[in-house]
Protein backbone atom coordinates (compact mmCIF):
# COMPACT_ATOMS: atom_id res chain seq x y z
CA UNK A 1 0.00 0.00 0.00
CA UNK A 2 3.13 2.16 0.62
CA UNK A 3 2.64 4.05 -3.44
CA UNK A 4 6.23 5.40 -4.48
CA UNK A 5 5.44 9.45 -4.51
CA UNK A 6 6.62 10.64 -7.95
CA UNK A 7 4.87 12.26 -11.16
CA UNK A 8 2.65 9.66 -12.88
CA UNK A 9 1.12 10.97 -15.80
CA UNK A 10 -0.68 7.96 -15.93
CA UNK A 11 -2.46 7.57 -12.69
CA UNK A 12 -3.43 11.46 -13.51
CA UNK A 13 -5.18 9.89 -17.19
CA UNK A 14 -6.61 7.31 -15.28
CA UNK A 15 -8.45 9.82 -12.46
CA UNK A 16 -9.23 12.22 -14.68
CA UNK A 17 -10.67 10.01 -17.10
CA UNK A 18 -13.04 8.21 -14.36
CA UNK A 19 -13.94 11.94 -12.73
CA UNK A 20 -15.15 12.85 -16.29
CA UNK A 21 -18.45 10.89 -16.28
CA UNK A 22 -21.53 12.20 -15.50
CA UNK A 23 -22.81 12.25 -11.98
CA UNK A 24 -25.86 10.75 -13.10
CA UNK A 25 -26.08 8.29 -10.27
CA UNK A 26 -23.76 7.27 -7.16
CA UNK A 27 -23.15 3.86 -8.96
CA UNK A 28 -21.85 5.62 -12.41
CA UNK A 29 -20.23 8.46 -9.97
CA UNK A 30 -18.35 6.03 -8.28
CA UNK A 31 -17.81 2.95 -10.59
CA UNK A 32 -18.87 1.12 -8.47
CA UNK A 33 -17.88 -2.95 -8.79
CA UNK A 34 -20.82 -4.29 -6.26
CA UNK A 35 -24.21 -3.88 -5.66
CA UNK A 36 -25.45 -0.51 -3.62
CA UNK A 37 -27.51 -0.27 -0.64
CA UNK A 38 -30.71 0.97 -1.25
CA UNK A 39 -33.16 3.20 0.43
CA UNK A 40 -31.07 4.78 2.14
CA UNK A 41 -33.09 7.98 2.58
CA UNK A 42 -36.49 5.93 2.31
CA UNK A 43 -38.52 7.16 4.86
CA UNK A 44 -40.03 4.32 7.62
CA UNK A 45 -37.64 1.59 6.64
CA UNK A 46 -36.42 0.73 10.08
CA UNK A 47 -32.62 1.67 11.27
CA UNK A 48 -29.95 1.91 8.78
CA UNK A 49 -26.10 2.47 8.81
CA UNK A 50 -25.83 5.25 6.30
CA UNK A 51 -27.60 8.11 4.67
CA UNK A 52 -27.82 9.34 0.93
CA UNK A 53 -29.87 12.21 -0.78
CA UNK A 54 -31.13 9.91 -3.95
CA UNK A 55 -31.45 6.75 -1.76
CA UNK A 56 -28.35 4.42 -2.64
CA UNK A 57 -25.30 3.83 -0.77
CA UNK A 58 -22.17 2.09 -1.61
CA UNK A 59 -21.25 -0.05 1.58
CA UNK A 60 -23.04 -2.65 3.15
CA UNK A 61 -23.57 -2.55 7.40
CA UNK A 62 -20.75 -4.27 7.85
CA UNK A 63 -18.34 -2.83 6.07
CA UNK A 64 -14.78 -2.65 7.33
CA UNK A 65 -13.10 0.62 6.63
CA UNK A 66 -13.59 3.18 3.09
CA UNK A 67 -11.89 2.03 -0.16
CA UNK A 68 -10.01 5.05 -0.42
CA UNK A 69 -7.50 4.13 2.84
CA UNK A 70 -5.08 1.97 3.75
CA UNK A 71 -6.36 0.40 7.06
CA UNK A 72 -2.51 -0.68 8.18
CA UNK A 73 -1.34 2.84 7.68
CA UNK A 74 1.69 3.31 10.42
CA UNK A 75 0.67 6.06 12.74
CA UNK A 76 2.97 8.77 14.19
CA UNK A 77 5.59 11.60 12.68
CA UNK A 78 4.27 15.32 12.15
CA UNK A 79 2.89 16.91 9.21
CA UNK A 80 3.61 20.80 8.34
CA UNK A 81 1.65 22.85 5.95
CA UNK A 82 -0.54 25.55 4.90
CA UNK A 83 -4.29 24.97 4.92
CA UNK A 84 -5.35 24.97 1.44
CA UNK A 85 -8.92 25.73 2.21
CA UNK A 86 -10.72 26.31 5.59
CA UNK A 87 -14.23 27.20 6.21
CA UNK A 88 -16.86 29.42 8.55
CA UNK A 89 -14.69 32.09 10.38
CA UNK A 90 -11.81 29.95 9.64
CA UNK A 91 -8.32 32.16 8.23
CA UNK A 92 -5.69 30.80 6.50
CA UNK A 93 -3.04 33.70 7.04
CA UNK A 94 -3.65 34.47 11.25
CA UNK A 95 -5.87 33.41 13.97
CA UNK A 96 -6.99 34.63 17.24
CA UNK A 97 -9.56 32.62 18.27
CA UNK A 98 -10.43 28.66 18.58
CA UNK A 99 -14.35 28.98 18.12
CA UNK A 100 -14.52 28.53 14.66
CA UNK A 101 -18.24 27.55 14.91
CA UNK A 102 -19.11 31.62 15.19
CA UNK A 103 -18.34 34.94 13.01
CA UNK A 104 -16.66 36.31 15.42
CA UNK A 105 -12.87 36.02 15.68
CA UNK A 106 -10.45 34.45 13.18
CA UNK A 107 -10.22 30.40 14.00
CA UNK A 108 -6.90 28.33 12.27
CA UNK A 109 -8.26 25.75 9.71
CA UNK A 110 -8.83 22.03 10.87
CA UNK A 111 -10.41 22.95 14.10
CA UNK A 112 -13.16 21.10 12.55
CA UNK A 113 -10.72 17.94 13.11
CA UNK A 114 -11.58 18.31 17.14
CA UNK A 115 -15.04 17.40 16.66
CA UNK A 116 -16.67 14.64 16.08
CA UNK A 117 -20.29 14.56 14.21
CA UNK A 118 -23.42 12.31 14.24
CA UNK A 119 -22.22 10.62 10.55
CA UNK A 120 -19.33 11.32 8.53
CA UNK A 121 -18.96 11.48 4.71
CA UNK A 122 -17.55 8.94 2.08
CA UNK A 123 -15.31 10.79 -0.44
CA UNK A 124 -16.16 8.16 -3.12
CA UNK A 125 -19.98 8.83 -3.60
CA UNK A 126 -21.37 12.04 -3.78
CA UNK A 127 -23.33 12.70 -1.25
CA UNK A 128 -23.67 9.20 1.34
CA UNK A 129 -22.79 9.79 4.99
CA UNK A 130 -21.87 6.73 7.42
CA UNK A 131 -22.49 6.28 11.36
CA UNK A 132 -19.41 8.10 13.52
CA UNK A 133 -21.12 9.09 17.03
CA UNK A 134 -24.41 7.49 15.62
CA UNK A 135 -24.70 3.67 15.08
CA UNK A 136 -28.15 3.69 13.66
CA UNK A 137 -30.39 6.22 12.02
CA UNK A 138 -34.11 5.87 11.20
CA UNK A 139 -36.54 7.95 9.70
CA UNK A 140 -40.23 8.63 10.79
CA UNK A 141 -42.82 7.63 8.35
CA UNK A 142 -43.54 11.32 7.18
CA UNK A 143 -39.64 11.86 7.05
CA UNK A 144 -40.07 14.72 9.27
CA UNK A 145 -38.04 13.02 12.21
CA UNK A 146 -34.77 11.21 12.13
CA UNK A 147 -33.96 9.43 15.16
CA UNK A 148 -30.26 8.72 15.99
CA UNK A 149 -29.20 5.84 18.39
CA UNK A 150 -25.85 7.07 19.71
CA UNK A 151 -22.27 4.75 20.45
CA UNK A 152 -22.23 4.91 24.37
CA UNK A 153 -18.48 4.58 23.76
CA UNK A 154 -18.16 8.40 22.48
CA UNK A 155 -16.49 10.14 25.45
CA UNK A 156 -15.11 13.73 25.25
CA UNK A 157 -11.75 14.62 25.66
CA UNK A 158 -11.68 14.81 29.89
CA UNK A 159 -13.16 11.37 29.69
CA UNK A 160 -16.94 12.25 30.75
CA UNK A 161 -19.71 10.75 28.49
CA UNK A 162 -21.21 12.35 25.33
CA UNK A 163 -24.59 11.71 25.01
CA UNK A 164 -28.03 12.74 23.20
CA UNK A 165 -27.72 15.83 25.74
CA UNK A 166 -25.33 16.80 23.98
CA UNK A 167 -26.62 16.58 20.36
CA UNK A 168 -29.80 18.20 21.33
CA UNK A 169 -27.74 21.46 22.86
CA UNK A 170 -25.26 21.60 20.02
CA UNK A 171 -27.76 21.75 17.22
CA UNK A 172 -30.07 23.44 18.85
CA UNK A 173 -27.29 26.23 20.33
CA UNK A 174 -25.86 26.10 16.24
CA UNK A 175 -29.00 26.72 15.07
CA UNK A 176 -29.28 29.89 17.49
CA UNK A 177 -25.97 31.27 17.55
CA UNK A 178 -23.68 29.54 15.25
CA UNK A 179 -22.01 30.95 11.95
CA UNK A 180 -24.55 32.35 9.04
CA UNK A 181 -23.11 29.55 6.85
CA UNK A 182 -24.37 27.04 9.66
CA UNK A 183 -27.27 29.14 11.05
CA UNK A 184 -28.75 30.18 8.08
CA UNK A 185 -28.55 26.25 6.54
CA UNK A 186 -30.55 24.64 9.31
CA UNK A 187 -33.76 26.63 10.18
CA UNK A 188 -35.84 24.11 8.95
CA UNK A 189 -34.69 21.89 12.15
CA UNK A 190 -37.37 22.75 14.74
CA UNK A 191 -36.38 20.69 17.46
CA UNK A 192 -33.92 17.79 18.99
CA UNK A 193 -35.26 16.01 21.22
CA UNK A 194 -33.61 14.02 23.75
CA UNK A 195 -35.08 10.68 24.17
CA UNK A 196 -33.07 8.26 26.09
CA UNK A 197 -29.31 8.85 27.31
CA UNK A 198 -27.92 7.72 24.01
CA UNK A 199 -31.03 8.24 21.53
CA UNK A 200 -31.97 11.66 19.88
CA UNK A 201 -35.00 12.52 17.72
CA UNK A 202 -34.29 15.57 15.30
CA UNK A 203 -37.51 17.01 13.61
CA UNK A 204 -37.82 19.43 10.58
CA UNK A 205 -40.28 21.57 10.03
CA UNK A 206 -41.55 19.23 6.35
CA UNK A 207 -40.57 21.63 4.32
CA UNK A 208 -37.03 20.78 4.85
CA UNK A 209 -34.94 19.81 1.35
CA UNK A 210 -33.89 15.77 1.11
CA UNK A 211 -30.11 17.37 1.65
CA UNK A 212 -30.95 19.45 5.06
CA UNK A 213 -30.72 16.32 7.59
CA UNK A 214 -27.27 15.52 6.23
CA UNK A 215 -26.23 18.79 6.28
CA UNK A 216 -27.10 18.52 10.13
CA UNK A 217 -26.07 15.13 10.56
CA UNK A 218 -22.19 16.82 9.52
CA UNK A 219 -22.40 19.24 12.04
CA UNK A 220 -19.91 19.82 15.24
CA UNK A 221 -21.45 18.11 18.61
CA UNK A 222 -19.88 20.34 20.90
CA UNK A 223 -19.96 19.45 24.72
CA UNK A 224 -23.23 21.13 27.01
CA UNK A 225 -21.57 21.08 30.32
CA UNK A 226 -18.72 23.09 28.51
CA UNK A 227 -20.69 25.75 26.97
CA UNK A 228 -23.38 25.96 29.78
CA UNK A 229 -20.14 27.18 31.98
CA UNK A 230 -18.58 29.27 28.74
CA UNK A 231 -20.74 31.41 25.92
CA UNK A 232 -20.25 30.07 23.04
CA UNK A 233 -20.67 33.47 21.13
CA UNK A 234 -17.57 34.72 22.19
CA UNK A 235 -14.15 34.03 20.62
CA UNK A 236 -10.96 32.07 22.70
CA UNK A 237 -7.75 31.20 23.02
CA UNK A 238 -8.93 28.60 25.44
CA UNK A 239 -9.49 25.16 22.94
CA UNK A 240 -13.03 24.34 23.86
CA UNK A 241 -13.49 20.84 25.34
CA UNK A 242 -14.69 18.36 22.45
CA UNK A 243 -14.16 14.72 21.70
CA UNK A 244 -12.62 14.14 18.01
CA UNK A 245 -9.92 12.45 16.66
CA UNK A 246 -6.95 15.74 17.32
CA UNK A 247 -7.23 18.13 20.03
CA UNK A 248 -5.06 22.05 19.73
CA UNK A 249 -1.72 21.10 21.03
CA UNK A 250 1.15 23.86 20.83
CA UNK A 251 0.57 27.10 19.21
CA UNK A 252 1.93 30.93 18.79
CA UNK A 253 -1.05 33.33 17.78
CA UNK A 254 -1.14 34.11 14.32
CA UNK A 255 2.32 31.89 13.86
CA UNK A 256 1.45 28.16 14.20
CA UNK A 257 -0.83 25.79 15.33
CA UNK A 258 -0.40 21.57 16.33
CA UNK A 259 -3.04 19.22 16.59
CA UNK A 260 -2.22 16.23 18.30
CA UNK A 261 -3.86 13.25 17.96
CA UNK A 262 -6.01 11.98 20.60
CA UNK A 263 -3.98 8.05 20.99
CA UNK A 264 -7.02 7.04 23.29
CA UNK A 265 -9.51 8.45 20.63
CA UNK A 266 -12.77 6.08 21.23
CA UNK A 267 -13.54 5.71 17.68
CA UNK A 268 -10.49 5.36 16.40
CA UNK A 269 -11.46 1.54 15.63
CA UNK A 270 -14.88 2.26 14.04
CA UNK A 271 -15.01 1.64 10.07
CA UNK A 272 -15.55 4.98 9.28
CA UNK A 273 -11.92 6.50 11.07
CA UNK A 274 -10.27 2.87 10.24
CA UNK A 275 -7.07 3.97 8.06
CA UNK A 276 -7.37 7.93 8.82
CA UNK A 277 -6.07 10.64 10.94
CA UNK A 278 -2.43 8.63 10.91
CA UNK A 279 0.03 11.74 11.62
CA UNK A 280 0.92 12.09 15.69
CA UNK A 281 1.10 15.81 14.90
CA UNK A 282 -0.43 17.94 12.20
CA UNK A 283 1.34 21.56 12.16
CA UNK A 284 -0.18 24.87 10.19
CA UNK A 285 2.39 27.30 9.78
CA UNK A 286 1.00 30.85 8.79
CA UNK A 287 2.65 33.17 6.46
CA UNK A 288 0.97 36.48 5.86
CA UNK A 289 3.30 36.55 2.51
CA UNK A 290 3.01 33.92 -0.27
CA UNK A 291 6.60 34.02 -1.23
CA UNK A 292 7.72 33.91 2.68
CA UNK A 293 5.46 30.51 2.75
CA UNK A 294 7.41 29.11 -0.08
CA UNK A 295 10.66 30.03 1.03
CA UNK A 296 10.14 27.98 4.70
CA UNK A 297 8.77 24.82 2.32
CA UNK A 298 11.91 25.45 0.30
CA UNK A 299 14.13 24.72 3.54
CA UNK A 300 12.41 22.25 5.07
CA UNK A 301 10.32 23.87 7.63
CA UNK A 302 7.12 22.86 6.01
CA UNK A 303 6.75 19.44 4.70
CA UNK A 304 3.67 19.84 2.19
CA UNK A 305 2.78 22.73 -0.42
CA UNK A 306 -0.44 22.94 -2.46
CA UNK A 307 0.61 25.60 -5.05
CA UNK A 308 -1.54 27.99 -6.29
CA UNK A 309 0.65 30.48 -7.91
CA UNK A 310 1.77 29.41 -11.75
CA UNK A 311 4.43 31.18 -11.42
CA UNK A 312 6.17 29.62 -8.76
CA UNK A 313 4.83 26.27 -10.51
CA UNK A 314 6.69 27.27 -13.60
CA UNK A 315 9.91 29.18 -12.37
CA UNK A 316 10.74 28.35 -8.77
CA UNK A 317 10.74 24.77 -8.32
CA UNK A 318 14.39 24.39 -9.36
CA UNK A 319 16.26 24.81 -5.67
CA UNK A 320 18.89 22.04 -4.67
CA UNK A 321 16.21 19.93 -2.91
CA UNK A 322 14.37 19.17 -5.95
CA UNK A 323 17.00 18.68 -8.07
CA UNK A 324 17.91 15.72 -5.84
CA UNK A 325 14.45 14.50 -5.58
CA UNK A 326 14.18 15.41 -2.21
CA UNK A 327 11.56 17.18 -2.96
CA UNK A 328 9.26 16.21 -5.84
CA UNK A 329 6.31 17.76 -7.84
CA UNK A 330 2.99 15.69 -8.38
CA UNK A 331 -0.21 16.13 -9.60
CA UNK A 332 -3.47 14.91 -8.62
CA UNK A 333 -6.72 14.91 -10.15
CA UNK A 334 -9.74 16.86 -8.90
CA UNK A 335 -13.16 15.04 -9.26
CA UNK A 336 -15.12 18.01 -7.61
CA UNK A 337 -16.59 20.61 -9.01
CA UNK A 338 -14.35 23.45 -9.34
CA UNK A 339 -17.07 25.65 -8.14
CA UNK A 340 -16.80 29.85 -8.67
CA UNK A 341 -13.44 31.46 -8.54
CA UNK A 342 -13.22 35.05 -9.51
CA UNK A 343 -13.20 38.75 -8.97
CA UNK A 344 -16.82 39.03 -7.43
CA UNK A 345 -18.84 42.43 -7.53
CA UNK A 346 -20.68 44.23 -4.43
CA UNK A 347 -24.29 44.40 -6.65
CA UNK A 348 -25.51 46.60 -2.91
CA UNK A 349 -23.41 49.26 -4.01
CA UNK A 350 -25.55 51.64 -6.34
CA UNK A 351 -22.85 52.03 -9.23
CA UNK A 352 -23.18 47.88 -9.35
CA UNK A 353 -26.57 47.87 -9.49
CA UNK A 354 -27.00 47.64 -13.48
CA UNK A 355 -25.66 44.22 -14.94
CA UNK A 356 -24.44 46.49 -18.37
CA UNK A 357 -21.57 47.88 -15.48
CA UNK A 358 -20.63 44.76 -14.49
CA UNK A 359 -20.55 43.23 -17.99
CA UNK A 360 -18.68 45.90 -19.10
CA UNK A 361 -15.58 45.15 -16.59
CA UNK A 362 -15.90 41.36 -17.75
CA UNK A 363 -14.33 43.04 -21.19
CA UNK A 364 -11.14 44.51 -19.82
CA UNK A 365 -9.81 41.22 -18.28
CA UNK A 366 -7.82 39.78 -20.98
CA UNK A 367 -7.59 36.18 -19.83
CA UNK A 368 -5.69 35.17 -22.71
CA UNK A 369 -2.84 37.43 -22.24
CA UNK A 370 -3.17 36.67 -18.53
CA UNK A 371 -2.98 32.69 -19.21
CA UNK A 372 0.19 33.24 -21.94
CA UNK A 373 2.16 35.82 -19.80
CA UNK A 374 1.23 35.18 -15.96
CA UNK A 375 0.11 31.59 -15.78
CA UNK A 376 2.25 29.72 -18.07
CA UNK A 377 -0.75 28.19 -19.61
CA UNK A 378 -1.60 26.38 -17.22
CA UNK A 379 -5.71 27.34 -16.48
CA UNK A 380 -8.79 26.98 -18.38
CA UNK A 381 -10.91 30.18 -18.24
CA UNK A 382 -14.15 29.69 -15.68
CA UNK A 383 -17.29 30.15 -17.09
CA UNK A 384 -19.97 28.53 -14.66
CA UNK A 385 -20.86 28.43 -11.21
CA UNK A 386 -20.72 24.60 -11.86
CA UNK A 387 -17.57 24.31 -13.58
CA UNK A 388 -16.20 21.05 -14.22
CA UNK A 389 -19.38 18.88 -13.27
CA UNK A 390 -22.10 18.09 -15.24
CA UNK A 391 -23.89 20.76 -13.70
CA UNK A 392 -22.71 23.40 -15.63
CA UNK A 393 -25.04 25.04 -18.57
CA UNK A 394 -23.97 24.45 -22.15
CA UNK A 395 -25.45 26.12 -25.66
CA UNK A 396 -29.28 26.80 -25.85
CA UNK A 397 -31.27 25.40 -23.08
CA UNK A 398 -32.96 22.03 -23.91
CA UNK A 399 -37.35 21.52 -23.59
CA UNK A 400 -36.21 20.11 -19.80
CA UNK A 401 -34.74 23.45 -18.51
CA UNK A 402 -36.80 25.49 -20.28
CA UNK A 403 -39.74 24.27 -18.50
CA UNK A 404 -38.22 25.27 -15.37
CA UNK A 405 -37.48 28.81 -16.91
CA UNK A 406 -40.47 29.85 -18.90
CA UNK A 407 -42.72 30.71 -16.50
CA UNK A 408 -40.40 33.41 -14.84
CA UNK A 409 -39.73 34.53 -18.60
CA UNK A 410 -41.08 38.10 -18.09
CA UNK A 411 -38.64 38.66 -14.85
CA UNK A 412 -35.45 37.50 -17.08
CA UNK A 413 -33.54 38.77 -19.91
CA UNK A 414 -33.55 37.53 -23.38
CA UNK A 415 -29.85 36.13 -23.01
CA UNK A 416 -31.47 33.14 -20.69
CA UNK A 417 -33.00 31.42 -23.45
CA UNK A 418 -30.42 31.70 -25.75
CA UNK A 419 -26.59 30.10 -25.93
CA UNK A 420 -25.74 29.95 -22.33
CA UNK A 421 -23.12 33.00 -21.71
CA UNK A 422 -19.70 32.52 -22.44
CA UNK A 423 -16.92 35.52 -21.45
CA UNK A 424 -15.36 36.98 -24.10
CA UNK A 425 -12.31 35.51 -25.58
CA UNK A 426 -9.62 38.41 -26.30
CA UNK A 427 -6.90 38.59 -29.08
CA UNK A 428 -4.39 38.02 -26.43
CA UNK A 429 -2.56 41.41 -26.86
CA UNK A 430 -3.17 42.45 -23.47
CA UNK A 431 -5.18 45.85 -25.18
CA UNK A 432 -7.99 44.26 -27.43
CA UNK A 433 -9.54 47.49 -28.42
CA UNK A 434 -12.40 45.63 -30.24
CA UNK A 435 -13.18 44.48 -26.39
CA UNK A 436 -12.93 47.88 -25.03
CA UNK A 437 -15.14 49.34 -27.75
CA UNK A 438 -17.88 46.41 -26.23
CA UNK A 439 -17.30 47.67 -22.94
CA UNK A 440 -17.86 51.62 -23.84
CA UNK A 441 -20.74 51.07 -25.74
CA UNK A 442 -22.17 48.68 -22.68
CA UNK A 443 -21.19 51.71 -20.10
CA UNK A 444 -22.72 54.31 -22.80
CA UNK A 445 -25.56 52.31 -22.07
CA UNK A 446 -25.52 52.24 -18.82
CA UNK A 447 -25.84 56.33 -18.29
CA UNK A 448 -22.20 56.98 -18.04
CA UNK A 449 -19.83 59.73 -20.87
CA UNK A 450 -16.73 60.15 -21.12
CA UNK A 451 -15.00 63.54 -19.58
CA UNK A 452 -11.33 63.67 -21.00
CA UNK A 453 -9.95 60.79 -19.37
CA UNK A 454 -12.83 59.95 -16.84
CA UNK A 455 -15.81 58.17 -16.80
CA UNK A 456 -18.40 59.37 -15.65
CA UNK A 457 -21.46 58.43 -14.06
CA UNK A 458 -25.37 59.29 -13.56
CA UNK A 459 -24.48 60.91 -10.59
CA UNK A 460 -21.59 62.95 -12.03
CA UNK A 461 -19.03 61.31 -10.16
CA UNK A 462 -16.19 59.25 -12.10
CA UNK A 463 -16.72 55.59 -11.66
CA UNK A 464 -14.19 54.24 -8.89
CA UNK A 465 -13.32 50.78 -8.22
CA UNK A 466 -11.01 49.32 -5.67
CA UNK A 467 -9.89 45.71 -5.80
CA UNK A 468 -9.49 44.19 -2.29
CA UNK A 469 -7.57 41.47 -1.36
CA UNK A 470 -4.87 40.51 0.97
CA UNK A 471 -2.32 38.68 -0.73
CA UNK A 472 0.96 40.88 -2.66
CA UNK A 473 1.26 37.77 -4.96
CA UNK A 474 -2.31 39.08 -6.45
CA UNK A 475 -1.31 42.62 -7.50
CA UNK A 476 0.82 41.46 -10.62
CA UNK A 477 -2.61 39.33 -11.90
CA UNK A 478 -4.67 42.28 -10.97
CA UNK A 479 -2.71 45.61 -12.22
CA UNK A 480 -3.09 44.42 -16.18
CA UNK A 481 -6.56 43.97 -15.29
CA UNK A 482 -6.91 47.44 -13.70
CA UNK A 483 -4.68 49.00 -16.37
CA UNK A 484 -7.39 48.07 -18.86
CA UNK A 485 -10.34 49.73 -16.57
CA UNK A 486 -8.03 52.72 -16.48
CA UNK A 487 -8.71 52.98 -20.54
CA UNK A 488 -12.03 52.86 -20.07
CA UNK A 489 -11.82 56.10 -17.71
CA UNK A 490 -12.34 54.00 -14.54
CA UNK A 491 -10.40 54.84 -11.59
CA UNK A 492 -9.51 51.60 -10.30
CA UNK A 493 -6.75 50.49 -7.64
CA UNK A 494 -5.35 47.64 -5.74
CA UNK A 495 -5.97 47.72 -1.87
CA UNK A 496 -3.82 45.18 0.45
CA UNK A 497 -5.28 44.70 3.43
CA UNK A 498 -4.02 42.27 6.42
CA UNK A 499 -5.76 39.03 6.58
CA UNK A 500 -8.33 39.86 9.65
CA UNK A 501 -9.23 43.41 8.23
CA UNK A 502 -9.92 41.14 4.62
CA UNK A 503 -12.18 38.90 6.20
CA UNK A 504 -13.74 41.42 8.65
CA UNK A 505 -14.66 43.70 5.65
CA UNK A 506 -15.94 40.74 3.83
CA UNK A 507 -17.78 39.42 6.47
CA UNK A 508 -19.51 42.92 6.72
CA UNK A 509 -19.34 43.27 2.75
CA UNK A 510 -17.12 46.74 2.81
CA UNK A 511 -15.77 46.71 -0.14
CA UNK A 512 -16.01 47.23 -4.37
CA UNK A 513 -14.69 44.57 -6.08
CA UNK A 514 -13.12 41.25 -3.91
CA UNK A 515 -11.49 38.15 -5.40
CA UNK A 516 -12.51 34.76 -3.84
CA UNK A 517 -12.71 30.89 -4.31
CA UNK A 518 -16.10 28.41 -3.55
CA UNK A 519 -16.35 24.86 -4.12
CA UNK A 520 -19.51 23.24 -4.28
CA UNK A 521 -19.89 19.40 -3.54
CA UNK A 522 -21.45 17.15 -6.11
CA UNK A 523 -25.11 17.04 -4.47
CA UNK A 524 -25.93 20.46 -3.90
CA UNK A 525 -27.47 20.95 -0.51
CA UNK A 526 -28.41 24.03 1.19
CA UNK A 527 -25.36 26.09 1.45
CA UNK A 528 -26.04 27.05 -2.08
CA UNK A 529 -28.55 29.67 -0.41
CA UNK A 530 -25.41 31.51 1.62
CA UNK A 531 -24.15 31.48 -1.79
CA UNK A 532 -26.89 32.94 -3.57
CA UNK A 533 -30.08 33.22 -1.66
CA UNK A 534 -31.74 36.66 -0.74
CA UNK A 535 -31.86 36.54 2.56
CA UNK A 536 -27.91 35.49 2.74
CA UNK A 537 -27.50 38.73 0.56
CA UNK A 538 -28.64 41.16 3.71
CA UNK A 539 -27.15 38.49 6.33
CA UNK A 540 -23.27 39.49 7.53
CA UNK A 541 -20.74 36.71 6.65
CA UNK A 542 -22.46 34.42 4.29
CA UNK A 543 -20.49 33.34 1.27
CA UNK A 544 -23.19 35.84 -0.70
CA UNK A 545 -20.75 38.43 -1.29
CA UNK A 546 -21.85 39.68 -4.25
CA UNK A 547 -25.20 40.45 -2.98
CA UNK A 548 -26.99 38.39 -5.03
CA UNK A 549 -30.82 38.78 -4.87
CA UNK A 550 -33.12 37.21 -6.96
CA UNK A 551 -36.55 35.95 -6.01
CA UNK A 552 -35.92 34.00 -9.41
CA UNK A 553 -32.80 32.48 -8.69
CA UNK A 554 -34.46 31.71 -5.07
CA UNK A 555 -37.22 30.02 -6.67
CA UNK A 556 -34.95 28.05 -9.32
CA UNK A 557 -32.58 26.98 -6.05
CA UNK A 558 -35.64 25.84 -4.13
CA UNK A 559 -36.12 23.30 -7.76
CA UNK A 560 -32.82 22.15 -7.11
CA UNK A 561 -33.12 21.00 -3.66
CA UNK A 562 -36.12 19.54 -3.90
CA UNK A 563 -35.37 17.63 -6.54
CA UNK A 564 -36.06 14.01 -6.11
CA UNK A 565 -33.46 12.56 -8.49
CA UNK A 566 -29.82 13.32 -9.35
CA UNK A 567 -31.16 14.09 -13.10
CA UNK A 568 -33.59 16.32 -11.73
CA UNK A 569 -31.06 17.92 -9.54
CA UNK A 570 -28.93 18.36 -12.32
CA UNK A 571 -31.29 19.66 -15.08
CA UNK A 572 -32.41 22.34 -12.28
CA UNK A 573 -28.63 23.55 -11.96
CA UNK A 574 -27.81 23.87 -15.48
CA UNK A 575 -31.48 25.85 -15.41
CA UNK A 576 -30.17 28.40 -12.30
CA UNK A 577 -26.32 28.57 -14.18
CA UNK A 578 -27.85 30.19 -16.95
CA UNK A 579 -29.81 32.47 -14.67
CA UNK A 580 -26.87 32.93 -12.68
CA UNK A 581 -24.53 33.80 -15.43
CA UNK A 582 -26.85 36.68 -17.03
CA UNK A 583 -27.05 38.19 -13.98
CA UNK A 584 -22.96 39.08 -14.13
CA UNK A 585 -22.34 39.07 -10.83
CA UNK A 586 -18.39 38.29 -11.16
CA UNK A 587 -15.53 38.53 -13.28
CA UNK A 588 -14.64 34.98 -13.99
CA UNK A 589 -11.09 33.70 -13.16
CA UNK A 590 -9.59 30.30 -14.17
CA UNK A 591 -9.44 26.84 -13.33
CA UNK A 592 -7.76 23.90 -13.24
CA UNK A 593 -8.80 19.88 -12.87
CA UNK A 594 -5.46 19.07 -10.58
CA UNK A 595 -4.05 19.29 -7.62
CA UNK A 596 -0.74 20.70 -7.95
CA UNK A 597 1.68 19.51 -4.97
CA UNK A 598 5.11 19.44 -3.69
CA UNK A 599 6.21 17.08 -0.98
CA UNK A 600 9.70 16.45 0.83
CA UNK A 601 9.60 12.85 0.39
CA UNK A 602 8.75 11.17 3.56
CA UNK A 603 5.07 10.05 2.63
CA UNK A 604 3.11 7.07 1.72
CA UNK A 605 -0.16 7.75 0.40
CA UNK A 606 -3.40 5.23 -1.04
CA UNK A 607 -2.74 4.34 -4.26
CA UNK A 608 -5.93 6.28 -5.62
CA UNK A 609 -7.45 9.07 -4.15
CA UNK A 610 -11.32 9.08 -3.65
CA UNK A 611 -13.28 11.33 -6.19
CA UNK A 612 -14.69 13.96 -3.94
CA UNK A 613 -12.35 15.18 -1.64
CA UNK A 614 -8.06 15.29 -1.40
CA UNK A 615 -8.02 15.27 2.43
CA UNK A 616 -4.17 14.74 2.54
CA UNK A 617 -4.22 15.25 6.34
CA UNK A 618 -6.45 12.67 7.08
CA UNK A 619 -5.31 10.14 4.17
CA UNK A 620 -1.56 10.18 4.00
CA UNK A 621 0.97 8.87 6.99
CA UNK A 622 5.23 8.73 7.22
CA UNK A 623 6.77 6.42 5.75
CA UNK A 624 9.62 6.20 8.12
CA UNK A 625 12.43 4.63 6.31
CA UNK A 626 11.95 7.74 3.36
CA UNK A 627 11.88 10.45 6.59
CA UNK A 628 14.87 9.07 8.36
CA UNK A 629 16.99 9.38 4.97
CA UNK A 630 15.87 12.78 4.92
CA UNK A 631 16.91 13.71 8.69
CA UNK A 632 13.18 13.95 9.44
CA UNK A 633 12.06 10.67 11.38
CA UNK A 634 10.50 11.02 15.01
Not at 323 to 338: A, C, K, T
Not at 387 to 403: F, Q, W
Amino acid sequence: MNAVISPSRRRLLKLTGAAGLAALSPGLATGLASPVWAAASAAGTGPRHGLSVFGELKYAPDFKHFDYVNPEAPKGGKFIFQAPSWAYNQNARTFNSFNSFILKGDAPPRMELCYDTLMVRAWDEPDAMYGLLAETVEISEDGNTYTFDLRPEARFHDGSKLTAEDVAFSLMLLKADGHPQISQNIQELKDAEVLEEYRVALHFSGKQTRQLPLVVAGLPILSKRYYTAYDFKQSTLTAPLSSGPYKVGDYAVGRYVEYNRVADYWGKDLPVVVGQRNFDILRIDFYRDYQVGFEAFKKGEVTYREEFSSKIWATEYNFPAVEDQRVIRDEFPDGRPSGAQGWFINTRLEKFKDPRVRRALSYAFDFEWSNKNLFYDLYQRTQSFFENSDMKAEGAPPPDELALLEPYRDQLPESVFETAYVQPVSDGSGFDRSLLREASKLLSEAGYKRDGSALIGPDGNQLKIEFLNNSQAFERITNPFIKNLGRLGIDASFRLVDPAQYQSRLNDYDFDVCSRRYSLSPTLSETIRTSWGSKAAATPGTYNIAGISDPVIDALMDKALGAETRQQMVVAARALDRVLRSGHYWVPQWNKPIHTVAIWDMFGFPAEPPRYAFPIEDLWWIDQEKAEKLGKAG
